[in-house]
């Protein structure tokens, strides 16, 4: 990454050097930015979508960022967002319940050529279908992000304590049907 965050912000706000610090910041991001999405979309298309659109949020954004926070808090919370925004707006335009739309999604991994997972992994993404969506975002974010809970708390603007609670009932949950499914 880079040695000193704070220089690099002024870079990215300087007028003279936005581009470049920019382009930088894609490099550093786009791909821990666009499988943290693409857990969220579950489509590889729709995941480059809300990446684009996630990176024109940072670029318009960086010159009011406060750093309240760290720059990749930031950004992971403008993404999840922009994915949540998404999957929201896909679901409103089928006239389905999130929740089901999210299983018709899963439903169709077996079909995408994007997904290389097995039998297995897609079994796991469908446990996760079925979790609220608060769930399904810490699950993911600490199973296959490895993200520390005081990093998730930053991201999603929860307390560590929630997220523990959140992060217990989801595996319950993904075990309970992974078992459910099994039998």
């Known amino acids: 990454m880079f040695t000193d965050e704070n220089a690099f912000i002024e870079q990215l706000q300087n007028a003279k050097t936005k581009e470049k610090a920019f382009r930088e910041l894609v490099k550093l991001y786009k791909e821990r930015l666009y499988w943290h999405i693409r857990k969220i979309v579950v489509s590889h298309d729709d995941a480059d979508d ?56 899963t439903s169709n ?30 699950f993911n974010m600490k199973y296959f992000e490895d993200l520390k809970y005081k990093e998730i708390a930053e991201i999603l603007e929860l307390t560590e304590g929630a997220l523990k609670a959140s992060y217990f009932h989801a595996v319950k949950k993904v075990e309970a049907y992974i078992k459910n499914t099994l039998n």
């Open 109 to 138: 991994l077996d079909s995408d050529h994007w997904f290389s997972g097995d039998d297995v992994q897609v079994l796991l993404q469908k446990a996760i279908a079925t979790l609220p969506p608060k769930q399904q975002l810490v």
């Open 50 to 105: 809300v990446l684009q659109n996630t990176f024109i949020k940072i670029f318009r954004g960086i010159d009011n960022f406060k750093q309240e926070s760290k720059l990749f808090s930031w950004m992971y919370r403008i993404a999840t967002n922009e994915a949540i925004y998404f999957i929201n707006k896909r679901a409103k335009e089928r006239n389905l319940d999130i929740s089901d739309y999210q299983e018709k999604l």
